[in-house]
């Protein structure tokens, strides 16, 4: 199973931007698809954005369409998430998860995982 580290979070005000990387280490990131997720305070996990193998497909929940753009350089083993004019409802813990089929199915599989990584806390001020 590939290894994630989520980086690239912290404390913003309302407004700002902020981009986000997922890296992969032990094994090359380059065939798997790739999902961003947060989860805010006493909140469940909830998908936000994806992007297939090759980054030719693009996915994301309806309500974040416009903010946040997903994107990957397989070159360098990582996967980003560019999230601008963010809200204070953005505040949450931000993970990332892959998919070894490559191809995008949706988000359950990811969200069905136990094994997730630390995460990066991502807090919008108002």
């Known amino acids: 199973q590939v290894q994630l580290v989520e980086s690239g979070g912290g404390l913003v005000q309302a407004g700002d931007s902020l981009r986000l990387s997922c890296v992969a280490s032990g094994r090359s990131l380059s065939s798997y698809a790739v999902g961003w997720f947060r989860q805010a305070p006493g909140k469940e996990r909830e998908f936000v954005a994806g992007?297939?193998?090759?980054?030719?497909?693009?996915y994301y929940v309806d309500s974040l369409k416009g903010r946040f753009a997903i994107s990957r350089d397989n070159a360098k083993n990582t996967v980003y998430l560019q999230m601008s004019s963010l809200k204070s409802e953005d505040t949450a813990v931000y993970y990332c998860?892959?998919?070894?089929?490559?191809?995008?199915?949706?988000?359950?599989?990811?969200?069905?995982?136990?094994?997730w990584g630390q995460g990066t806390q991502v807090t919008v001020s108002s």
């Open positions: 998860a892959a998919d070894p089929r490559g191809s995008w199915y949706g988000p359950e599989l990811m969200l069905a995982d136990d094994h």
């Open positions: 992007i297939t193998w090759n980054g030719d497909s693009t």
